[in-house]
């Protein structure tokens, strides 16, 4: 090894680092002086669109090795921490700790933010709604089980707006304190996660150990590393969360398991230009009132992204999503037509194809 050159290569390493530091304390001094005026106006400290025109801007103009996915990771967490210092605040999110929401959550706001842990949906949207907790990260649907039926409710019950989503790709490990898969004696995991590992599990030979369903991957994670011959089925972050060594990742069966979440707060996104809006529709009891109702987005040439049937209280409702701002002018006329019959829960930044 030509010892010379790797300290010439250090060095200047070094010196960038240095620089790059530097320019990050001037780029907080200015986010310092943004969170003050926005203090004195009111206004939103977290702002997708603006946060993804950032990532757009320096992903045209970068001619280096780093991709998008690779600016958009470091820039995620450089704003999680401007937002940090502009004003902390509390994030409340679908418990326990090295959940799915969990991780949602951190890839929006870093792992510098306050976290509450919240045991039920339910529960997150009455810490957002009772102002305890600014924003609220909660799961809506799965590609493989469909709408959380909670989340619709809760939209129901409670005053609070979706301002964005976030799209996670749900991948299992496979972690133990063993050094040989042999020694393996139970597994630990939530038992829809266990199902959605069992071609893994057969595949090794695993089927004839214990499985032990718990309630969340978390807590397997938890449970295996203080227990001597013990394993969990759970994701990376609570892996690393409860210090938890990984055998095997990506251990589930299908590859395309997603999850879509959504972060609510008590405000209103302005429009971006790439929108989607979610609303609840109570529709009159009546032939042909769901056609009519969907024929008028047609007429103006608006795509409904999805329609689901739900029920709250005995009462048939639907969940409709399309992509357009609701200030946008045809939209207004809609909302305007059936204001008794559509509730708002928002319009945010549309994040990629939906699921």
Avoid at 142 to 161: M, P, R
Avoid at 248 to 273: A, Q, Y
């Amino acid at each position: 090894m030509n010892e010379a050159g790797l300290k010439s290569l250090r060095d200047n390493l070094d010196k960038i680092d240095n620089k790059v530091l530097k320019l990050l304390n001037e780029r907080m001094e200015l986010v310092k002086q943004v969170g003050e005026l926005k203090a004195k106006s009111g206004g939103s400290i977290y702002r997708p669109d603006r946060e993804r025109d950032i990532i757009d801007r320096l992903h045209k103009q970068s001619h280096g090795i780093l991709d998008r996915s690779a600016i958009e990771a470091i820039f995620l967490e450089v704003f999680a921490i401007s937002r940090n210092l502009e004003l902390p605040e509390n994030i409340a999110y679908l418990g326990p700790l090295g959940s799915f929401t969990h991780q949602a959550a951190e890839s929006r706001f870093g792992a510098m933010s306050s976290y509450l842990p919240i045991s039920t949906i339910t529960g997150v949207f009455r810490e957002v709604s009772n102002k305890k907790a600014k924003y609220g990260v909660v799961p809506i649907e799965n590609s493989s089980n469909g709408i959380v039926s909670e989340t619709i409710t809760c939209f129901s019950k409670y005053d609070v707006k979706i301002i964005a989503e976030v799209m996670v790709d749900i991948h299992h490990t496979l972690a133990s304190t063993v050094d040989n898969i042999k020694d393996i004696r139970r597994i630990y995991s939530k038992d829809i996660a266990i199902e959605q590992c069992r071609e893994f599990i057969v595949d090794l030979g695993l089927d004839e150990v214990e499985l032990i369903p718990v309630e969340s991957t978390a807590k397997a994670a938890k449970l295996a590393v203080g227990e001597k011959y013990s394993a969990a089925i759970c994701s990376h972050v609570g892996a690393k969360l409860y210090n938890l060594p990984i055998l095997f990742e990506n251990i589930e069966d299908k590859g395309d398991n997603r999850t879509r979440f959504l972060i609510v707060s008590d405000f209103e996104n302005g429009m971006s230009g790439d929108d989607k809006t979610s609303i609840v529709a109570h529709l009159q009891n009546k032939a042909g009132a769901l056609v009519e109702f969907l024929n008028s987005f047609e007429k103006i040439g608006v795509n409904l992204t999805k329609i689901k049937s739900h029920t709250v209280g005995g009462i048939s409702t639907f969940f409709i999503e399309f992509n357009a701002h609701k200030d946008e002018i045809n939209i207004k006329k809609i909302f305007h037509a059936y204001k008794e019959e559509i509730k708002f829960l928002g319009s945010y930044v549309r994040e990629g194809d939906d699921i």
